[in-house]
């Protein structure tokens, strides 16, 4: 069955985000292409406001693309970055750490030395291949599925501990007192949780701090991401949220969304 799309839940963001949509809508050769509710947009959103970057944001309707934007990017992703016209960059890790290497000027995101860089980037991936697929396991959940909702929600605190787990016990970020794009590549996720727990409820939920250092530690980096400025100002208000999982009446449209975000 296709998914039925609430027209108003893909008009744009709103709240702190339509505010800086506004501030960037004037013409730039940087431009961010993406859709207000994507947490792979909200990924590179999140870096470009970090690094204090100018740029272009243009939003696209992922279930009416306009032919420019095809033009430009046949497969149709978001997030699409392109700089003056050049080929387009897509796959919201690898524009994030280009943004990282391009922008001297800004707080760096990955470590310099090489070892360092490459642990960041296995945490990065752990996010991309493990938690991330976690949390769309239980969003997808449907009574005929051949796993329960409690085996989903299981999996998911699996992947989190074991990220948290590599945390610098000194934080609040993941590699100690500095934001890095390990966090960033999470952050999206962890400020949708409560849509997880509203709309897919499981008897354990998600741990709320609770006892044991892991937990604690989690509590603390999720505190310290969903206060950051970068990422309440890429957030749409809740409600806009809502009614986009409330319009669409089946579990396609995650599946759907995926195929259009990257």
């Given at each position: 069955m296709a998914a039925?799309?609430?027209?108003?839940?893909t008009?744009?963001p709103?709240?702190e985000?339509?505010?800086?949509?506004?501030?960037?809508?004037a013409?730039?050769?940087?431009?961010?292409?993406?859709?207000?509710?994507c947490?792979?947009?909200?990924?590179?959103?999140?870096?470009?406001?970090?690094?204090n970057?100018?740029?272009?944001?243009?939003?696209?309707?992922p279930?009416?693309k306009?032919p420019?934007?095809?033009?430009?990017?046949?497969?149709?992703?978001?997030?699409t970055l392109?700089?003056?016209?050049?080929?387009p960059l897509?796959?919201?890790?690898?524009?994030?750490?280009?943004?990282?290497?391009?922008?001297?000027?800004?707080?760096k995101?990955?470590?310099?030395?090489?070892?360092q860089?490459?642990l960041?980037?296995?945490?990065?991936?752990?996010v991309?291949?493990?938690?991330?697929?976690?949390f769309?396991?239980?969003?997808?959940?449907?009574?005929?599925?051949?796993?329960?909702?409690?085996?989903?929600?299981?999996?998911?605190r699996r992947q989190v501990?074991?990220f948290?787990?590599e945390m610098?016990?000194?934080?609040p970020?993941?590699?100690?007192d500095?934001?890095?794009?390990?966090?960033?590549?999470?952050?999206?996720?962890?400020?949708?949780?409560?849509?997880?727990?509203?709309?897919?409820?499981?008897?354990?939920?998600?741990?709320?701090?609770?006892?044991?250092?892991?937990?604690?530690?989690?509590a603390?980096?999720?505190?310290?991401?969903?206060g950051?400025?970068?990422?309440?100002?890429?957030s749409?208000?809740?409600e806009?949220y809502l009614?986009?999982?409330?319009?669409?009446?089946?579990g396609s449209?995650?599946?759907?969304?995926?195929?259009?975000?990257?």
């Open positions: 039925v799309v609430d027209s108003e839940s008009k744009g709103s709240g985000a339509s505010k800086l949509a506004a501030q960037h809508a013409e730039h050769p940087l431009k961010l292409y993406g859709a207000w509710f947490p792979f947009v909200q990924r590179v959103w999140i870096t470009l406001h970090e690094k970057m100018a740029y272009q944001y243009v939003e696209i309707d279930y009416d306009s420019s934007f095809l033009a430009l990017n046949p497969r149709g992703l978001v997030p392109v700089k003056d016209g050049s080929r897509f796959e919201s890790n690898i524009i994030c750490e280009y943004l990282d290497d391009v922008c001297q000027d800004g707080p995101l990955l470590p310099a030395e090489p070892y860089r490459a960041a980037r296995l945490w990065i991936d752990h991309g291949s493990r938690i991330a697929p976690a769309y396991r239980i969003l997808k959940h449907q009574p005929d599925k051949d796993y329960s909702l409690e085996e989903a929600w299981a999996e998911l501990e074991a948290v787990n610098e016990p000194r934080g970020w993941f590699l100690g500095k934001i890095s794009l390990v966090d960033i590549s999470l952050m999206p996720w962890a400020h949708r949780l409560w849509l997880l727990a509203r709309y897919k409820p499981s008897g354990e939920g998600f741990p709320d701090g609770g006892d044991g250092d892991v937990w604690a530690r989690w603390v980096w999720v505190e310290a991401a969903l950051r400025q970068s990422v309440r100002e890429t749409s208000d809740d806009s009614r986009r999982l409330a319009g669409v009446t089946t449209e995650v599946t759907k969304g995926g195929q259009k975000s990257s």
